[in-house]
T-cell receptor
């Protein structure tokens, strides 16, 4: 079974702190994604990575950066956390599927609260 | 613009009732893919189905069925004889190829929360 794990289920941080959210998948997937989920807004794509060290902005990248130094790990970084970044963060991975978009496998999510 | 609309925010049904979750999409692509995911209370989204734009046949999997109608840009999901375990948030999603890398990404709808009451 594909396993996508996220470093924390719940996280509380202070405004201005640098925050790292880690995601690890164990199925050698090429593509990895970070979303945030907010009530009434569904899932919105922050960043995705299609290979090691390769990344692309999603729909709402402002205030975030990402890092993918190893294939299995994709990190989301909040350089200076703000209260409007309080949200549920979901990581997903998928095989490359250049011709056909395959299904994504999701982690359990990290609920981040910024005070 | 690419867009997915799930107009039903929340639906409540009594166990054993049938329920249909609506999904309407907008796309400029001639080839595209549609998905449904389930998010149970535990939070982890689970893949249910993928359908490509060339296959308009309805699909049935146990109590679940999907109706894809290109003419109305809809991909609706029906649960027959609903059960309490079907209570979850259901998301519809549309594929979109990145212009920069060609990687497929997804546009999700806002989700429909289904509550099945015993």
């Amino acid at each position: 079974d594909v396993k996508v794990t996220q470093s924390s289920r719940y996280l509380v941080k202070r405004t201005g702190e640098k925050v790292f959210l880690e995601c690890v998948q164990d199925m050698d997937h090429e593509n990895m994604f970070w979303y945030r989920q907010d009530p009434g807004l569904g899932l919105r794509l922050i960043y995705f990575s299609y290979d090691v060290k390769m990344k692309e902005k999603g729909d709402i990248p402002e205030g975030y950066s990402v890092s993918r130094e190893k294939k299995e790990r994709f990190s989301l970084i909040l350089e200076s956390a703000s209260t409007n970044q309080t949200s549920m963060y979901l990581c997903a991975s998928r095989t490359s599927g250049r011709a056909i978009p395959n299904e994504q496998f999701f982690g359990p999510g990290t609920r981040l609260t910024v005070l | 613009a690419q867009k997915v609309t799930q107009a039903q925010t929340e639906i409540s049904v009594v166990e054993k009732e049938d329920v249909t979750l609506d999904c309407v999409y907008e796309t400029r692509d001639t080839t595209y893919y549609l998905f449904w995911y389930k998010q149970p209370p535990s939070g982890e989204l689970v893949f249910l189905i993928r359908r490509n734009s060339f296959d308009e046949q309805n699909e049935i999997s146990g109590r679940y069925s999907w109706n894809f109608q290109k003419s109305t840009s809809s991909f609706n999901f029906t649960i027959t004889a609903s059960q309490v375990v079907d209570s979850a948030v259901y998301f519809c999603a549309l594929s979109e190829a990145s212009e920069a890398s060609g990687t497929y990404k997804y546009i999700f709808g806002t989700g429909t929360r289904l509550k099945v009451l015993a």
